[in-house]
Nanobody, 124 residues
């Protein structure tokens, strides 16, 4: 059974930093795509960052480029999202997702597995 468990969400002041973690189990982690998404109240879910675990290729939404960094620890089957220079508009529920069809990693579409989410709140 595939499981994705997020952690690290918190309340932080604007300009601050947080690191989210996503621990994966139940499938072949070594050659897959994992991504971070977010959804704010009243807004559509959007892809934030993704990484292809074989080779470490990364993809970012324009809104987070230069501020967020996705990384992986293959020994721990864990993907991280380091978020710096946080803005009020980064407030959202953040979800980890995995296993889109081949070629879809950076499109942020058709991911098959999802975690339960972790809340990030940025305050002024």
């Amino acid at each position: 059974q595939v499981q994705l468990v997020e952690s690290g969400g918190d309340s932080v002041q604007a300009g601050g930093s947080l690191r989210l973690s996503c621990a994966a189990s139940g499938y072949s982690y070594s050659s897959t795509c994992m991504g971070w998404f977010r959804q704010a109240p009243g807004k559509e879910r959007e892809g934030v960052a993704a990484i292809y675990t074989r080779g470490g290729y990364t993809y970012y939404a324009d809104s987070v480029k230069g501020r967020f960094t996705i990384s992986q620890d293959n020994a721990k089957n864990t993907v991280y999202l380091q978020m710096n220079s946080l803005k009020l508009e980064d407030t959202a529920m953040y979800y980890c997702a995995a296993e889109p069809p081949l070629g879809y990693c950076g499109t942020f579409r058709r991911y098959n597995y999802w975690g339960q989410g972790t809340q990030v709140t940025v305050t002024s």
